[in-house]
């Protein structure tokens, strides 16, 4: 009565289609979920083989490299100004907070449509026309890849108030004592946080990291957003799940491949975060 | 001596900290001025090669034209958000709330295997799994509608894990208070536990909400025709063709975050709570 549907419907509507899929992927099925002729693990093979899948594994290693490190580091020192702050405290929390309400369609249009429109009109060309500077069509060319500041900034601006948030909240969870004590000792500024708040933060830093990397695996929103126009993708920048996207949603309705990909996508980000959540629980052991 | 030049390095550093605040402060608002004031622009001056910080010329016409363009589905894809918004933040939190307090209170045989059944797919985001989801609710014939945009959406299970690990440290005497008076397990949750649980779930609520206002990968994936489209799908499917003027484009933007904007205004202490509870796990 309590924990029955709720697992009723977890083992539907998640193990049943995981399963299934698992099924799916050994066959061949085009335009149709109901499995037509056996190939094993023909499509896996495929997958692995084919570089556009491959491809995406390593426009998801690029793009992670940038967001994962950089978002950490903004959001930590957004946060570790907040906390410092005593004046408009609320005030600047709020305003780093706010891009949260705003989903990743209506950034995409802000960012393609206004900010880094190719016109003059745009704000960034607006302010490089101020310095003299000739507009970029930022999103048009592919050399220098533009495109990538664009995809960047919008991820950065939605999810720094977010991470910032978990920073603030493992900020006031370290004991004024610690500081005191750093003070009588005479430790000031960069001492202080090196040798107190950053590794009392080890635990929020290790989820931050984790969650970043799993929220980086999964982009889709802005990348579909930004990049394809009149319906069409461009056939570079792919992540995974915009390249899983049109493998098995696209014209082609290829399921068996498309099951295939899911199913080594889940591997990845399982051992991802198996991996991550074990040095999470190392670190916590070391405290 | 040491102190004053200690004072005066503090009010320094305050000042760098300020400007630092301030300048980053005006960068995030940067782009929701850009969207409030394109809203109301006219298309040529979107279009001019000046960039203008005030619109020269109001234009409201976007506003009215956005619900009376019937090639715009504008109303019908808010209703839709906000029907499946709503279905679904309540759905999650019945279906997370009691399997939670299940799982936190009630001994029973396997409640072990179940535990694991459920922070199992923990490591699973959903987004990953679209395809098999795809599959299993196009065999349902689920395809464009609302139960398909919803019922696969209800079983989260990072809301029960936050809900276990809420009740777990739910004061018991309270609880046993209530069974003395007679109330079983059923009557203790609605009537003793759910009335002094309110802020937790309105913390794991809101952000729900949130989560499936924005939702866009599976209600691309589910909404194929227009009268199942959510208003993201809309805005992305005219920002991507490229259909429709994109002033109107941008006062539908305008349209569709005002809720959640409405939202942080009333209910951003749950909001920040709900971030904190869901970010670090419930620790």
């Known amino acids: 009565m309590f924990v029955g549907p709720f697992v009723i419907g977890l083992i539907i509507f998640v193990y049943v289609p995981i399963v299934w899929s698992l099924y799916l992927s050994l066959f061949e099925a085009y335009n149709t979920v109901t499995p037509t002729t056996f190939v094993g693990f023909g499509n896996y093979a495929d997958m692995l083989a084919d570089p556009a899948f491959r491809q995406s594994l390593v426009t998801f290693l690029v793009f992670a490299a940038v967001i994962v490190p950089v978002t950490f580091v903004l959001s930590l020192t957004v946060a570790l100004l907040v906390a410092r702050t005593t004046f408009m405290q609320a005030f600047f929390r709020s305003v780093f907070f706010l891009p949260t309400a705003c989903s990743y369609v209506v950034a995409s249009l802000i960012w393609k449509m206004s900010i880094f429109s190719g016109i003059r009109s745009g704000l960034a060309n607006a302010v490089l026309g101020w310095f003299g500077i000739d507009s ?53 500024g960069w001492k202080v946080f090196r040798y107190i708040t950053f590794p009392q933060l080890r635990a929020t830093s290790t989820a931050v990291l984790l969650l970043l990397m799993i929220n980086a695996f999964q982009a889709f929103d802005e990348f579909y957003n930004i990049l394809s126009t009149f ?28 099951s295939a990909g899911a199913v080594i996508l889940t591997l990845i980000i399982a051992i991802v975060a198996l991996t991550q959540g074990r040095l999470l629980r190392l670190g916590r052991r070391d405290d | 001596m040491a102190i004053v030049r200690g004072r005066r390095a503090s009010r320094v550093a305050g000042w760098v900290r300020y400007s630092a605040l301030a ?26 090669p000046t960039f203008h910080w005030l619109p020269p010329h109001w234009n409201t016409a976007n506003l009215t034209g956005l619900f009376t363009n019937p090639a715009i589905p504008m109303a019908r894809s808010m209703l839709n958000s906000a029907f499946i918004a709503v279905t679904q933040t ?30 199992a797919t923990l490591l699973i985001p959903a987004a990953v799994t679209f395809v098999p989801s795809f599959v299993l609710v196009s065999t349902l014939g689920w395809i464009s509608t609302l139960q398909g945009l919803i019922v696969p959406g209800l079983f989260q299970a990072l809301a029960t894990f936050l809900f276990r690990q809420f009740f777990l440290g739910f004061p018991k005497e309270i609880e046993e208070a209530a069974f003395m008076d007679g109330l079983g397990y ?98």
Do not use: C, K
């Not at chain 1, 999103?139 to 720094?160: D, G």
């Not at chain 1, 461009?234 to 399921?255: C, E, I, M």
């Not at chain 2, 009335?195 to 309105?202: H, I, L, M, Q, T």
């Open chain 1, 136 to 188: 970029i069509p930022w999103l048009s060319i592919t050399e220098p890849p533009w495109y990538w500041l664009v995809i960047v900034t919008a991820r950065l601006w939605l999810q720094i108030g977010f991470y910032m948030i978990l920073f603030l909240a493992g900020i006031q969870r370290i004991s004024p004592n610690l500081y005191e004590a750093a003070a009588i000792d005479g430790a000031q």
């Open chain 2, 90 to 119: 309540t759905g999650v939190l019945v279906l997370s709330g009691l399997a939670g307090y299940g799982l936190a209170r009630i001994p029973y045989r396997w409640s072990n295997a179940v535990f694991y059944i459920i922070t």
């Open chain 1, 231 to 258: 319906g069409t993708y461009p056939p570079y920048a792919r992540p995974p799940l915009v390249y899983l996207y049109y493998t098995a949603l696209g014209s082609g309705q290829d399921f068996g491949h498309g």
């Open chain 2, 186 to 283: 059923w009557g203790t949750f609605w009537r003793v536990v759910v009335p002094n649980s309110y802020g937790f779930v309105a913390a794991i609520g809101t952000i729900t909400f949130i989560g499936t206002w924005n939702a866009f990968l599976w209600p691309l994936v589910i909404g194929r025709d227009q009268d199942s489209w959510t208003v993201q799908i809309a805005l992305s499917t005219f920002l991507t063709a490229q259909s429709v003027q994109v002033s109107q484009l941008f006062m539908a933007a305008l349209v569709a975050i005002a809720p959640l904007l409405l939202m942080f205004l009333f209910l951003q202490r749950w909001i920040v709570e709900g971030v904190e509870r869901s970010g670090i796990g419930g620790d």
């Open chain 2, 23 to 48: 300048l980053g402060a005006v960068l995030f608002l940067i782009p929701f001025y850009l969207l409030l004031r394109s809203a109301f622009m006219n298309e040529a001056d979107l279009g001019s």
